[in-house]
């Protein structure tokens, strides 16, 4: 037990010292690419910091246990969203631009409806659903590049050499990646010798692990004033988890839905709600601290909730 413990705080450490790393590199590349940064972090970093998602959902669909992949996709998302996002506009509310509202925002709001819509009318993703998201999901990807080409603005940045700023991205991603998997498998073996069901541990320890590459490089692009970055971040990995992660998994094995209930798919349709109408409440066209609040006592709520009915 306490060598876990150890291994934890260690994978604790990457995930911090990679998600510093993986803000500067991928905002320089930005700038120098012409892109913004929205679509850095909605692309490069959103897939970077949904690898460990991928590895455990896929792990999870190859070993016939649905209730790891699905779970873990659902609880991530949730944790991105109301957590991640949250502490993010507590630190400093995040703008929320035209394209934003306009394009990501429903685009995010509407392929969660569609995951909630397959969960509800059937028991599994199959295998001609998990091919129509990822469908979905390569014209998203192509359309987001090709539609933001020149949106980025010319400003001065601490990494000056493209290839630093390439190593950078890639020592970053490599930090959180390793850094989460020792945190994920550390937290699930010490979870397991406590004794909690398998969608327990993935919508909490396993999603929460999963999610701290998000977590860490959304705090420092807040931090750094990249708000932009850290929300990309947030959208991309979400739109990643449910149309490229689930996507494939149900490509292996149809993923069963059977473990999710009416709460579980409420709250992850109910926060993908809320970040669409932030934009256009309170302050528009920004997440305030206030509506962040809201985000946080939802997601504590749903945690409560879990623990009760564990």
């Known amino acids: 037990m306490i060598l876990n413990i150890v291994l934890l705080l260690a994978g604790l450490a990457l995930i911090i010292f990679g998600a510093d790393f993986l803000v500067d590199g991928s905002s320089a590349i930005a700038r120098k690419a012409g892109i913004s940064e929205f679509v850095i ?9 949904s690898c460990p998602e991928l590895v455990v959902s896929l792990t999870g669909a190859l070993q016939g246990n649905a209730d790891i992949s699905v779970g873990n996709v659902v609880g991530s998302n949730i944790f991105n969203t109301l957590l991640i996002l949250g502490l993010t506009a507590v630190i400093a509310p995040v703008a929320v631009t035209r394209s934003n509202s306009r394009r990501d ?5 509407l392929v969660t409806f569609l995951f909630v819509a397959f969960a509800l009318t059937g028991t599994k993703i199959s295998f001609f659903e998990g091919v129509a998201f990822l469908l979905v999901f390569i014209a998203y990807m192509v359309y987001c590049f090709k539609s933001d080409q020149g949106a980025s603005e010319a400003v001065e940045e601490k990494v000056k050499s493209v290839w630093l700023a390439i190593l950078l ?5 490599a930090g959180l990646i390793f850094g989460g998997q020792l945190f994920v498998n550390n937290a699930t073996a010490i979870a397991r010798a406590v004794g909690v069901s398998d969608k327990f541990i993935a919508i909490t320890l396993l999603a929460g692990g999963t999610s701290f590459p998000e977590l860490a490089t959304c705090i420092v692009a807040a931090a750094k004033k990249k708000d932009q970055l850290a929300l990309g971040n947030v959208l991309g990995s979400n739109v990643f988890n449910i149309l490229l992660i689930l996507g494939t998994s149900s490509l292996f094995l149809p993923i069963s839905t059977f473990a999710l209930n009416w709460v579980d798919l409420g709250v992850l349709l109910g926060s993908a709600v809320m970040v669409w109408m932030w934009a256009y409440t309170g302050h528009r066209d920004r997440i305030d601290r206030w509506e962040a609040a809201l985000m946080l006592l939802t997601f504590f709520g749903y945690y409560t909730w879990l623990f009760v009915k564990m």
């Open 41 to 49: 972090g909605l692309t490069i970093v959103g897939f970077g910091t």
């Open 105 to 109: 925002i429903p685009i995010t709001l």
């Open 169 to 173: 991205v890639l020592g970053g991603l």
